[in-house]
């Protein structure tokens, strides 16, 4: 639904129930799919749960890169055996002395970690975007219209999008 201006405010376009129905019909509903270079093929393996270990300098570039892309916590060993628990926020490469930079999940001030010190990430934390993509809630809602159409009671099965947890 867009928002269009109007002389009361904004007002929403209303969108009829076959028209969402056409919207998400299988056909579709296409994922894309982007070429996969070695790096993707590499992140893509790195998910949830992952740990990596090393020393390794390339190997260590893409796993920080698929950890900055991941919305969940990480956890990171220093060379010295400290642990740093959090959300990677940031990371430059680039710079002169490559660093991450990690927000601790028990709320300190923003921890700034350079690469070469990093000899373990894992991603511990919960992916909170996990599952809420607009297939998955195709397939849900797809579920739910079955179910009712069958008489079970399913609750509410509006054209809106699922609460936030």
């Not at 300098?57 to 890169?65: A, F, G, K, N, P």
């Not at 996990?130 to 809602?141: F, L």
Request: no cysteine; charged share 40%; aromatic share 8%.
């Amino acid at each position: 639904m867009r928002p269009r201006a109007s002389q009361a405010g904004i007002e929403r376009d209303r969108v009829s129930e076959s028209e969402i129905r056409r919207a998400v019909s299988d056909e579709n509903v296409q994922q894309e799919r982007a070429p996969e270079s070695a790096d993707a093929v590499a992140e893509a393996t790195f998910g949830p749960g992952s740990v990596w270990e090393g020393d390794d300098d390339d190997e260590r570039r893409r796993v920080i890169e698929a950890a900055f892309d991941y919305r969940g916590d990480v956890t990171i060993r220093l060379e010295d055996g400290r642990e740093v628990v959090g959300y990677l926020s940031n990371r430059d490469a680039s710079a002169s002395e490559p660093f991450v930079e990690i927000f601790p999940r028990d709320g300190g001030e923003r921890v700034i970690l350079p690469y070469r010190s990093i000899r373990r990430v894992v991603l511990s934390g919960k992916d909170p975007a996990s599952g809420k993509s607009w297939e998955a809630w195709v397939k849900r809602w797809k579920a739910k219209k079955e179910a009712e159409a069958r008489g079970e009671n399913v609750g509410d099965v509006s054209l809106y999008p699922d609460a936030l947890d």
